[in-house]
């Protein structure tokens, strides 16, 4: 009897606790709409008020003149600064010489014999007829500038990142500073990291260098002090037991069983130094990244492709190389190797020391002109397609008309800016508690202070449109691809292959089919978050143990009450996880479209970056994307967190 | 027991550790006479080891057997010095860790003891080889002689021809005489055992247990061993101490355990064991004293279990006399004393 009533209790006071989430939940809405009631109401607050910008641009840019200036004389550049920038700079040209010294068929031999090695025949027979072709198409020069970029790139974010990953594991101090500190640099997307580095060096590789390793460096910290804390304990034990001294057990037990992980982050880092290096052309990092660039904004859309299929060779070989690493199983192929690795290596001295650097120019051959005519013929054809009203173009002018447009006024005019911040503050207080809550009503005010209201509300709606879009393709394909394995394994290297693209190369095809303007920027963005989307709801599925989809369909559920009653909600937590990542990649990307006329912040950051007399509006506008990106991502984080179930007691 | 304690090279005195915060107010709860869970509840502590001492002398096997949480895995290691205790001392070979600094620590843990562990603690990246080098490299020893040593010790434990294997390609059984062989490899005069054989199936249980016999007979280390398997502590001990909640109950000869447990705690273990099995001739035997030996009785080793002599004494009132492995008699084994133990064994 005492257990009946016991459980009863206990099920009351569960549904208690449901009961209040759900008010609480309605008295918040409630909430947002008297808020927005009231302000229309009786106020004129609709667009921030422009007397309240602090005007954080003049100072920027009095600073900017002021460094330019004192560039050759004053000792913050003399003593402190040059040197970097001149060390750097002779590494990369250092590195640069080098790689060209080599004869340039021992490129496409390297890799392949590379990867048949660590992938497999067909990996290496595809890795050499991949590096041939970016010779092929005459972009040979253009590969070695941005091989040297990325070279010098992951060795710095590796002589950095491992030295403070076990930093941050050997001292809880340095852990409590790093580990926040990372989290917030990965939230931001790459490109804001060049505006403050272009402010203090100015254009350049140097810039390029430090932003994209400071971009780069998260994933190999966070993975080395991850891989040496779960290193077992009874291994550690049985080092100490033996006398060895702490260097010994960190060197001889420790740092050998963490390097699988340590890859693993030199792995990501790559593949985050390949997205910025590109990015980095933005502000003259040079290479493929500067032709990809160049050829967008003169609208040449063939020589943007075949950088652009120069940039994803060369990430495709980079991530397999370092995935290759890890995982390698030198036991295959050995015989193979063995003649095979010297024969590769004296090829490359003597084609080296015969001066056969050069890729001979009887080989070229460009596939631009073609790409230019099916960029033609698409413009012609399928922008509208007869006459018809449908195509490209109308759907853009859809798309832009009924969601796009429509929701930038909805938040940056229809909406008062009091009650959008007032609806910030109120999800901050349902999602957590008074804490985000304050930060995110500050943040919004600081968007308004710096004069970014109005293009925060742009970006902003420009990625609730490419998130929403996003969330109705891949957790449909998501939720398919988690009830069929063969589907999973069907689309494991589409999403693998699309997420090793660097976003900046994902508008090339886009601009194509779109033209410019904010809806290229949005599908871009779109295709860069999909395989995010997808695989985590997947994951957040799979994850529902088996046992309970046992026990749902014991009760005769149907396929569609299981997935909505028991599946759904138990992982909606991960799903959370998968808006969060959607969200920031939407919002990276969107940003980087301000490049193609996606306008908002974006725009006005390329503009920061590329005229020198902007570089304070662009510096403001870099904050606001921080902080916009802050603010989303620590609002879904909150909401993830809320979806969990209680913990056990 | 003094001359023991002259020649011991371990000695334990006082031992207490305590997690948590309020260590102190737990011990003086603990002294008072409180239990653990009385004192988690009071100060949030948890008193691990609460007063332990024991000696060790040059040579005995010393099995602390003790159920899971008894404090026997916390106790090993406060002996090791892996972790600190709160309060007393350990002393090793004659010199007191308790005192020593890192640098003499480390010098007492290259020269003098080595452990092995429940779940081996191998090192995945090592060869098997490498893994039994490990003692001497971090001493410095050259990566030849070392090898050798290695290989050597792999002959040793049966494990000849895996070297150049990776442990986690080896069974449960080989990866734990790569743990004892890595062990030995430093030469130690204390062995710690920390449950070394409860990871591994009972028949591979029992052939390490025979093996770490026959390699004690040979090599007449100082060992500490630590089990929760009463019938191995019986099998293995010279003397062996049951603890209970963080002390020890009682510490006994097996045959003192199994003939007079001191309370109930080490009753309940006692009345499962197969004292037939475990106890030999030898330990019931009453020693000749020139007694007229009548050549008709039965003859046995000194080693037989209690199991094997039985036959002999059923439906005879003859004693079973009791010989030395080389054949002279050397006692006397009457019925009505292993009657006695085998029905205090089943009340």
């Keep these: 009897m005492a257990n009946v009533t016991g459980a009863r209790r206990k099920a009351n006071g569960l549904r208690t606790a449901s009961d209040s989430r759900l008010a609480r939940f309605i008295l918040a809405v409630g909430a947002i709409v008297v808020l927005i009631l009231l302000f229309r109401l009786f106020t004129n607050f609709d667009v921030f008020p422009e007397s309240w910008d602090i005007g954080l641009a003049d100072p920027i840019d009095r600073a900017r003149r002021w460094l330019i200036n004192n560039q050759t004389s004053h000792w913050l550049y003399t003593v402190f600064l040059n040197p970097i920038t001149d060390a750097i700079d002779w590494g990369i040209r250092r590195l640069e010489s080098i790689l060209r010294w080599f004869p340039w068929y021992s490129y496409p031999l390297f890799t392949g014999v590379g990867l048949w090695w660590t992938r497999g025949r067909v990996a290496g027979v595809l890795g050499l007829a991949g590096v041939a072709l970016i010779g092929v198409i005459d972009l040979w020069e253009e590969s070695f500038a941005t091989l040297a970029l990325m070279g010098v790139s992951v060795l710095m974010s590796m002589v950095i990142g491992i030295p403070l990953g076990i930093a941050a594991w050997r001292s809880d101090a340095v852990a409590r500073v790093v580990r926040p500190t990372l989290d917030a640099m990965q939230t931001m997307p790459g490109f804001v990291y060049l505006i403050p580095f272009v402010l203090l060096f100015g254009v350049g590789r140097v810039p390029a260098l430090i932003s994209t390793v400071i971009f780069a460096l998260a994933p190999v910290v966070r993975l080395t002090e991850v891989g040496l804390r779960t290193v077992p304990q009874v291994t550690v034990e049985a080092s100490e037991m033996f006398g060895a001294t702490e260097r010994q057990t960190l060197r001889l037990v420790r740092l050998p069983q963490a390097r699988p992980a340590i890859f693993a982050g030199m792995n990501q880092t790559t593949m985050l130094a390949m997205s910025m290096v590109v990015i980095a052309a933005f502000i003259g990092a040079g290479g493929l990244g500067q032709v990809v660039l160049r050829a967008m904004q003169s609208i040449e859309v063939g020589k943007a492709s075949e950088a652009g299929v120069a940039i994803v060779i060369m990430a495709i070989v980079l991530d397999r190389f370092s995935t290759g690493i890890a995982t390698a199983d030198p036991g295959r192929d050995a015989r193979a190797i063995k003649w095979l690795a010297p024969t590769v290596s004296a090829v490359g001295i003597v084609g080296g020391l015969l001066g056969h650097n050069k890729f001979p120019e009887s080989l070229n051959w460009q596939f631009a002109p073609y790409v230019d005519d099916a960029t033609d013929w698409a413009r012609d054809n399928l922008y509208d397609i007869g006459g018809s009203g449908i195509g490209t173009g109308p759907f853009s002018d859809f798309v832009t008309l009924e969601f796009v447009t429509p929701l930038r006024e909805l938040l940056a005019s229809d909406i008062p800016w009091p009650a959008m911040i007032g609806i910030g503050v109120v999800l901050g207080l349902w999602a957590r508690g008074i804490r985000l809550a304050v930060g995110i009503g500050a943040a919004l005010f600081a968007i308004g202070f710096l004069g970014m209201w109005a293009l925060s509300m742009d970006t902003l709606a420009q990625t609730i449109v490419g998130v929403a879009i996003t969330l109705a393709?891949?957790?449909?394909?998501?939720?398919?691809?988690?009830?069929?394995?063969?589907?999973?394994?069907?689309?494991?290297?589409?999403?693998?292959?699309?997420?090793?693209?660097?976003?900046?190369?994902?508008?090339?095809?886009v601009i194509t089919l779109f033209h410019v303007g904010r809806i290229p920027g949005i599908i871009a963005s779109v295709i860069y978050a999909l395989p995010a989307a997808v695989h985590y709801t997947d994951l957040g599925l799979?994850?529902?143990?088996?046992?309970?989809?046992?026990?749902?369909?014991?009760?005769?559920?149907?396929?569609?009450?299981?997935?909505?009653?028991?599946?759904?909600?138990?992982?909606?937590?991960?799903?959370?996880?998968?808006?969060?990542?959607?969200?920031?990649?939407?919002?990276?990307?969107?940003?980087?479209?301000?490049?193609?006329?996606?306008?908002?912040l974006g725009l006005e950051a390329v503009r920061g970056l590329r005229r020198s007399d902007a570089v304070g509006r662009g510096f403001e506008a870099g904050i606001a994307i921080v902080l916009l990106a802050s603010i989303l991502d620590r609002l879904t984080r909150a909401i993830a967190d809320r979806l969990r179930p209680p913990a056990a007691v | 027991m003094d001359t023991a304690n002259e020649t011991a090279q371990v000695r334990v005195e006082g031992v207490w550790k305590v997690f948590g915060r309020k260590t102190r107010e737990a011990k003086e709860l603990a002294e008072a006479g409180a239990t653990r869970e009385e004192i988690q509840t009071a100060t949030g502590s948890v008193v691990a080891v609460r007063d332990v001492s024991f000696h060790v002398a040059a040579g005995e096997t010393f099995v602390v057997m003790g159920l899971s949480g008894s404090g026997k895995s916390t106790l090993i290691r406060c002996v090791s010095h892996l972790v600190a205790p709160t309060k007393g001392t350990v002393e090793l070979c004659g010199t007191e860790l308790t005192q020593a600094d890192s640098a003499k620590l480390r010098q007492l843990r290259r020269q003098k003891m080595a452990m092995v562990f429940q779940h081996f603690g191998l090192f995945p990246h090592r060869k098997v080889v490498d893994n039994v080098a490990y003692g001497l490299e971090v001493q410095g020893v050259d990566r030849q002689d070392r090898q050798d040593r290695a290989r050597e010790l792999l002959d040793t434990v049966g494990l000849e021809g895996w070297g150049d294997h990776y442990p986690q390609q080896l069974s449960g059984g080989m990866q734990q005489r790569v743990g004892l062989a890595r062990a030995l490899a430093v030469d130690p005069e204390v062995l710690f055992f920390d449950e070394p054989f409860s990871a591994l199936d009972p028949l591979i249980r029992r052939d390490m247990q025979d093996e770490l016999i026959d390699l004690q007979m040979k090599l007449q280390r100082t060992l500490v061993f630590i089990t929760h398997d009463f019938a191995e502590a019986l099998k293995l001990a010279d003397r062996i101490a049951i603890m209970n909640d963080g002390a020890f109950v009682q510490v006994g000869t097996p045959v003192e355990i199994l003939t007079s447990p001191a309370d109930d705690y080490v009753r309940a273990f006692t009345q499962d064991a197969p004292v037939a099995k475990v106890l030999q001739a030898c330990t019931l035997m009453k020693p000749l004293d020139g007694a007229v030996i009548d050549p008709g009785w039965p003859r046995v080793s000194s080693t037989t279990p209690l199991e094997a002599a039985l036959p002999h004494l059923l439906g005879s009132t003859s004693p079973v006399v009791v010989c030395d492995e080389d054949g002279p008699p050397v006692g006397l084994l009457h019925g009505d004393d292993v009657a006695g133990v085998i029905s205090e064994n089943r009340p």
């Design chain 1, 473 to 509: 393709i891949g957790v449909p394909v998501g939720i398919m691809s988690s009830h069929n394995d063969l589907l999973r394994t069907a689309l494991k290297p589409v999403l693998d292959f699309f997420q090793t693209i660097p976003s900046f190369v994902l508008l090339v095809p």
């Design chain 1, 542 to 600: 799979r994850r529902v143990p088996a046992d309970i989809h046992e026990a749902a369909e014991s009760f005769g559920a149907t396929r569609s009450q299981r997935l909505r009653r028991v599946e759904m909600p138990l992982a909606a937590p991960e799903l959370m996880v998968a808006v969060n990542q959607v969200i920031m990649l939407i919002l990276a990307m969107v940003v980087i479209a301000g490049l193609v006329g996606g306008g908002g």
